[in-house]
């Protein structure tokens, strides 16, 4: 299983995928429509985004299995 943690940026409420166990350092692999792969630090996850909804990350939710993940494990954090 591939766990994911899909939250909302404060910002511009953009839904990220968070992938807590792909990780360098301080930096999270994450996952969005509009760029999709990228490092993300930590702090970033924390300071700048919030839970999102279900409601709200189910388009990236289809997108991220249409990309393959096929075993995604939602959870509430990192």
Known sequence: MTKVVF???R??????AFFPE????DYILSYAHIGQHSDA???YYSRN???ATEQEYQT???ELIGQ???DLE?????
């Open 7 to 9: 939250r909302k940026a």
């Open 22 to 25: 792909i990780k360098t350092g």
């Open 60 to 62: 990236l939710l289809n």
């Open 11 to 16: 910002k511009d409420a953009e839904i990220v």
């Open 74 to 78: 939602i959870v509430n954090s990192l």
């Open 49 to 51: 985004t919030v839970k």
């Open 68 to 70: 393959g993940y096929d």
């Open 41 to 43: 630090h930590k702090d």
